[in-house]
């Protein structure tokens, strides 16, 4: 199977942030990593490459700072990579992103494409689904399973309050991967030294801005959302913020 | 074909159509005798948002369910407060595949050229609505907390960097706009009710002949469940911040000393250190205790949907900027590690006298 992963940079979980001064966006002197759906992805397009043989080539849409999930992913057993550089793409909205990796991708026809169900930054979850329109193939969502069939793929799908789903579909196909699927393998030191001899290709914003379309969703204004209640503050030493707590819950609460 | 979105201003209808779900419409099920399935609930809170909308535009609301074998289900939504309500029907509708839901209501979006349309943020919905958007050439902003409408412009507002900030989102483009209702984010119960006289009209759905790309099977539950966290009265949740499994005790003695259950986001299910029926989220549990008490959980989206229904919520997290702290009665700042071992021990006390 010919896999494309579909991988994004994304601040790290706990990373503190901090807005920039038009309200916009946020800084970006924070520290980053793989957007952690996409870094599930990677693994299972591994996994059955492992199984099925082929190959498993990953593409990020970023500035020069996100060539790192790259080598990562390479280093993990990714074959090559793809990177759309550029400063630009960094807040660019799902459709756009869509429609820069398929123009990066034209003429590859891989077999399968998985990526995160959504990012940890936007959160839309569109991206994968707008590709697969674009593309003109089918796609699933929230694959927590995929098995290789002789006509194509059999695979759980994950819905709401503990349910699933088992669909079968035709390939190529774009499937958003849920996180949990699989377990996460670390790479080797061997890896992280071949990493730096496998293929990275570059694509310039020139090269797709032609097939960008006018971004018609605007975030007017980030900013930091106020408390949805009246919220009683608590910081003090360990045992003095433990007797606050129950005093709340005995006198306030009523529910010790 | 679908209609012209060329001239607005000619065509346009001043209307929010709120797509509406259901689920198990199937002939199995209609032969049982029962309505044929049944809505879901959160339908109605997207009529809700719907109708908070309209009173501030003008605009008109109106419903469409798509399905099939639908018509009981359709009159359940003319209960509410809107214009008419709409039974999309198509065979190719019973079991929900993307494919045939993005082209028949792409097909009737075409024709009835809202200003608005409507979702509940549901997983059904995250599987097509995008696509319709795009086949639609239009955008869906999605996951809205909540919508502003100023100077004639509408905005919504969604969460982003894990809730760590809200944005208010605009639209660049003309309409129809499209947008998706957080589970959660509005009242079904509070959806105004109507006289008695909304019309139901049943439409016959256009969908693509041609061999389906996808082929549904049977929704299923994996085990079955050994707890139901939804009666729980008290519960005690753990995530990230709890590190390593071994300190899963500090959370499952403080819920002993509470008599409450434990529970858990996502990742912890992830690392089998809970059982997934423990997980509270959109993909786990919705729960409504008495109390809540979140150790080291940040409060991405995804968890706060399924606890925010608790009475009293107690966060404890050393990131002073965790999201959890905005939805919490009592907020903690502290190390989890030394305050939830100190609160064990206050509680015992407490219980003892």
């Known amino acids: 199977m010919k896999i494309l992963v ?57 500035p020069a700072r996100s060539q790192q999930v790259l080598r990562e992913a390479l280093a993990k057993g990714a074959d090559r990579a793809i990177h759309l550089e550029d400063d630009r793409f960094a ?60 006509t194509g793929l059999k695979l759980k799908r994950e819905l709401e309050a503990g349910h699933y789903q ?16 699989n377990k996460l393998r670390y790479a080797t030191l061997i890896g992280i030294k ?46 003095e913020a433990a007797k606050q707590v129950v005093e709340y819950l005995k006198e306030t609460a009523r529910v010790l | 074909m679908m209609g012209s979105f060329g001239s607005p201003d000619l065509c346009m209808a001043d209307l929010i159509l709120v797509v509406a779900e259901q689920r198990d419409a199937t002939p199995a099920n209609q032969l049982a005798g029962g309505p044929g399935g049944k809505l879901n609930r959160v339908s109605f ?33 003319a209960a509410k407060a809107v214009g008419k309500v709409y039974a999309l029907e198509a065979d190719a509708l019973a079991a929900y595949t993307s494919d045939a839901y993005v082209h028949a209501l792409k097909t009737f979006i075409g024709e009835k050229q809202p200003k608005l349309v409507l979702f509940p943020h549901t997983y059904q919905v995250r599987d097509f609505a995008p696509r319709l958007a795009l086949a639609l050439d239009r955008t869906l902003i999605s996951d809205a907390t909540g919508y502003k409408f100023e100077g004639g412009a ?18 660049g483009g003309d309409a129809p706009w499209m ?28 969908v693509a002949d041609g061999p389906a790309r996808v082929t549904p099977h049977e929704v299923f539950q994996e085990a079955k469940q050994t707890v139901d966290l939804s009666q729980a009265e008290v519960i005690v949740a753990v995530g990230r911040g709890i590190k390593e499994q071994k300190n899963m005790v500090l959370a499952e003695n403080l819920a002993a000393a509470l008599g409450g259950e434990v529970a858990a986001s996502r990742p912890i ?10 997980q509270i989220g959109s993909s786990g549990q919705t729960v409504a205790p008495k109390l809540y008490i979140a150790l080291g959980v940040s409060g991405a989206i995804q968890h706060i949907v399924g606890m925010k229904g608790a009475r009293t919520i107690v966060a404890i997290n050393k990131d002073p900027e965790a999201p959890i702290f905005e939805i919490a009665d009592v907020a903690v700042v502290g190390d989890l590690f030394q305050v939830v071992p100190a609160l064990t021990e206050e509680i015992k006390k407490a219980k003892g006298s």
């Open chain 1, 6 to 62: 579909c991988i994004k940079q994304v601040p790290q979980k706990d990373a503190p942030l901090r807005l920039n001064p038009e309200g916009t966006w946020i800084r970006d002197d924070v520290s980053w990593e793989t957007n952690e759906p996409d870094a599930y992805a990677l693994e299972e397009a591994l996994r059955q490459k492992e199984k099925h043989g082929g190959e498993v080539a990953v593409i990020t849409a970023g």
């Open chain 1, 91 to 150: 807040q660019m909205d799902a459709a756009n992103t869509a429609r820069a990796l398929a123009a990066a991708i034209e003429g590859e026809n891989f077999d399968l494409i998985v990526t995160g169900l959504q990012s940890d930054d936007f959160g839309a979850a569109q991206t994968g689904v707008l590709l697969a329109e674009i593309l003109g193939i089918p796609h699933a969502t929230i694959i927590i399973g995929i098995e290789k069939t002789d």
């Open chain 1, 166 to 181: 088992h669909i079968e579909m035709t390939m190529p196909a774009v499937l958003t991967i849920q996180s949990g699927i």
């Open chain 1, 194 to 239: 071949q990493a730096k001899m496998k293929p990275m290709r570059k694509v310039a914003w020139a090269e797709v801005e032609g097939k960008l379309s006018k971004s018609v969703q605007k975030i007017e204004k980030l900013y930091v959302p106020g408390s949805q209640k009246k919220t009683r503050k608590i910081e003090a030493p360990a045992g």
């Open chain 2, 45 to 77: 809170e997207t009529v809700a948002a719907a109708q908070a909308i309209a009173k501030e535009t003008g605009w008109a609301v109106e419903v469409v369910l798509p399905g099939s074998g639908i018509a009981g289900l359709a009159q359940e939504l």
């Open chain 2, 154 to 171: 509408l905005k919504f507002t969604r969460q982003m960097f894990q809730g760590k900030f809200a944005a208010d989102v605009s639209f």
């Open chain 2, 179 to 206: 947008a998706t209702v957080q589970i959660g984010a509005f009242r079904g119960d509070q959806a105004f009710s109507s006289d008695g006289s909304v019309p139901v009209e049943s439409v016959t759905a256009m």
């Open chain 2, 269 to 278: 299910c992830d690392n089998g250190w809970l059982p997934l029926e423990r």
